[in-house]
């Protein structure tokens, strides 16, 4: 069983950055294939990036993309979420979320384990 754990989220500024890491214990972490998904009130959980079980592969939601970066450390057993040139609609509930590889990342029913969420607020 695999539990993770979110940090690094915060209130921050339009046009600012944030790094947001989920520690992995209990398993077999780089067995996993990672993603983060957000929820902002009101609306259902989106995927936001993915990273393969080796992190040679990374996808992103168009909304995201060219300003957010997925990376994982297996030695470490964290993935991280490198979050820059923030905007007010990047103000969620952000979740780190594992699953087996070979299934869509998209899908969040794909996702054995999840973490508690991590709140982001960005200002205008």
């Known amino acids: 069983q695999v539990q993770l754990e979110e940090s690094g989220g915060g209130l921050v500024q339009a046009g600012g950055s944030l790094r947001l890491s989920c520690a992995a214990s209990?398993?077999?972490?780089?067995?996993?294939?990672m993603g983060w998904f957000r929820q902002a009130p009101g609306k259902e959980r989106e995927f936001v990036a993915g990273?393969?079980?080796?992190?040679?592969?990374?996808i992103y939601a168009d909304s995201v993309k060219g300003r957010f970066t997925i990376s994982r450390d297996n030695a470490k057993n964290t993935v991280s979420l490198q979050m820059n040139s923030l905007k007010p609609e990047d103000t969620a509930v952000y979740y780190c979320?594992?699953?087996?590889?070979?299934?869509?990342?998209?899908?969040?029913?794909?996702?054995?384990?999840w973490g508690q969420g991590t709140q982001v607020t960005v200002s205008s």
């Open positions: 209990g398993g077999t972490f780089s067995r996993y294939s």
């Open positions: 979320g594992g699953k087996v590889p070979g299934s869509s990342p998209y899908v969040i029913s794909n996702y054995d384990y």
């Open positions: 990273i393969s079980w080796s992190g040679g592969s990374t």
